[in-house]
Nanobody, 123 residues
Framework: QVQLVESGGGLVQAGGSLRLSCTAS????????MSWYRQALGKEREWVAY???????MYVDSVKGRFTISRDNAKNILFLQMNNLKPEDTGRYYC?????????????????WGQGTQVTISS
């Protein structure tokens, strides 16, 4: 069973840093992409950063130059290093895995989500 567990959120002042982690278990060998999303109160969930299986990364414009997505493939952990945080970065941050089907493991392809970790930035 695929499980994603986020950690590392908290309350920090503007200009500070946080490092989010997403520990994955039950993962198949074929992963299309891992990503971070966030959802502010009263707003829709938006993508923040992607890490593709070919090593490419992608960031939403609002976090470019401040956030870095990375993976420890050996430990199945996805990270999001967040620097120079702003109040508008406040929200619940979710880890997502986009997986290919794996019949051996009984895993259906598609998106799998964690429960999220809260990030609050004070001005």
């Amino acid at each position: 069973q695929v499980q994603l567990v986020e950690s590392g959120g908290g309350l920090v002042q503007a200009g500070g840093s946080l490092r989010l982690s997403c520990t994955a278990s039950g993962m198949p060998a074929d992963i299309n992409a891992m990503s971070w999303y966030r959802q502010a109160l009263g707003k829709e969930r938006e993508w923040v950063a992607y890490s593709f299986s070919n090593g490419n990364t992608m960031y939403v414009d609002s976090v470019k130059g401040r956030f870095t997505i990375s993976r420890d493939n050996a430990k199945n952990i996805l990270f999001l290093q967040m620097n120079n945080l702003k109040p508008e970065d406040t929200g619940r941050y979710y880890c997502k895995a986009n997986l290919r089907p794996d019949t051996t493991m009984g895993i259906a392809g598609g998106d799998y989500w964690g429960q999220g970790t809260q990030v609050t930035i004070s001005s």
